[in-house]
């Protein structure tokens, strides 16, 4: 077949799906080097019972919704299809990938998977990407049996969706080959690590393997039990020390609120696993807190205990922001939720782009302005 004709097949069978009604979702990733759009990913909703195409377009590090009813959307699909490299479409029977190389020739490759929607319905008006009757949500205490959000429950599935929020919009481009290979170091409980495994296995469809790792064996028996009951089989958790723990391949690395220096022994294991993505929210920073001598300087705020502590934090987050640049990564570290919810809200995350900026200057100067002998992700990566 010429393969002009593939990449109009895969328009067409797009369009068969949306008017046949069994149409799931599209993602529009590998963009090519004129496109301003970094991805796309659309999928079915239904607002006020009118099927819709909702697309979540990731420009500048932003992230937009665009909603359309499906004819609307086939018009945005002629107009992106140019931009990117790999299309991959769902149905509820097939996986679609169309792969375009820059003479625009195109080869498909046609999966058959079974896809099954899960509630399309609409309630992004509460921007909520995780639904309120989530499987796992009810597993795990948060929900009540009638699919309802406990009282308790809320501040927990707010900070869950604004987690998944964050990594949809970071996730790496999904490789149809390969499951993606996730981490979370020191989940304890698991929210992160069921919150990411539903979105990316049941919401995106996507093929994903998630390991948990943690030190208490009585928490990790619990969330295997319930990752068992759900029928999440490539979502496993381990009970292990991440400093020994041997890693194959690792596409992202999620660590939150790990304790001190685990948080820096999270961060090396996903360097030298040369991880795509990093997502943590650090704990307590004591590491740092033992190794300083006040300078002049410090000392005439660190009198302030409380002033003492913060700073302490913003110069250890802030170094291992310096340290990740050093080694190809785009860092960006802001406040994930508000205070309000937990007060250790600082978020550092991590692309890697393969760009290294020369940072150790500014590590030294940091040091020495503080009075810091060592900061210990230095001694590790
Ligand atoms: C504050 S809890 C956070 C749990 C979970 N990530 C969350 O955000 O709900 C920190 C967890 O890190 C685990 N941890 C600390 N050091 C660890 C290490 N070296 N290896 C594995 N787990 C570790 C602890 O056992 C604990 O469960």
């Known amino acids: 077949m010429p393969t002009f004709a593939n990449i109009e097949t895969f328009t067409n069978l797009l369009s068969s799906a949306l008017d046949e009604g069994i149409f ?34 990731f420009q500048n590090d932003q ?21 990117f490299k790999q299309i991959i479409l769902k149905t509820n029977s097939e996986t679609i990938q169309l792969l375009v190389n820059k003479k625009q020739k195109g080869t498909l490759k046609i999966s058959t998977q079974k896809n099954e929607v899960i509630n399309p319905n609409h309630n992004r008006s509460k921007n909520y990407i995780i639904n309120e009757d989530a499987p796992f949500l009810h597993s795990l ?35 149809p080959k390969d499951p993606m290979q996730i981490y979370d170091f020191g989940c304890g409980k698991a929210y992160l690590s069921f919150a990411a495994y539903y979105y990316i296995n049941t919401v ?22 319930v990752a068992t009951n759900l029928g999440y089989d490539t979502l496993r958790f381990e009970v292990g020390d991440i400093t020994k723990f041997q890693i194959q391949k690792m596409d992202v690395m999620i660590a939150l609120h790990a304790c001190d220096i685990a948080t820096d022994i999270a961060i090396a294991k996903a360097i030298t696993s040369n991880a795509k993505l990093i997502i943590m929210a650090p704990c307590c920073h004591k590491q740092v807190r033992k190794s300083l001598t006040p300078s002049p300087v410090s000392s005439t705020i660190f009198k302030h205990g409380i002033l003492e ?23 960006k570290i802001f406040e994930f939720i ?15 782009t393969g760009l290294i ?23 590790l990566v």
């Not at 499906?70 to 992106?80: C, G, S, T």
């Not at 309802?148 to 790496?172: T, W």
């Not at 508000?338 to 890697?352: D, F, G, P, R």
């Open 24 to 57: 799931i979702s599209i993602h529009y990733s590998n963009k090519r080097s004129f496109s301003t759009i970094d991805k796309i990913q659309c999928r079915f909703l239904e607002i006020k019972n009118a099927p819709q195409i909702s697309s979540s377009i």
């Open 63 to 83: 992230n937009y919704i665009k909603n359309d009813p499906p004819k609307a959307f086939l018009n945005n699909h002629k107009e992106w299809l140019p931009l």
């Open 141 to 175: 205490g948060i929900s009540s049996s009638n699919g309802k959000v406990k009282e308790k429950g809320y501040k927990k599935f707010r900070q869950i969706n604004k987690f998944v929020e964050i990594l949809e919009a970071h996730l790496p481009d999904e490789d």
């Open 204 to 225: 995106q469809k996507q093929k994903v393997n998630l390991l948990g790792i943690d030190l208490k064996s009585k928490v990790i028996d619990q969330v295997n039990q």
């Open 309 to 331: 502590e913060r700073m302490i934090a913003n110069i250890t987050d802030g170094i291992r922001g310096l340290i990740l640049e050093s080694k190809g990564y785009k860092v």
């Open 338 to 352: 508000s205070s309000e919810h937990t007060s250790k809200n600082v978020m550092i995350l991590a692309e890697y």
């Open 357 to 379: 900026k020369n940072t150790q200057d500014d590590i030294n100067q940091l040091k020495s302005t503080f009075g810091i002998k060592n900061h210990y992700l230095e001694s």
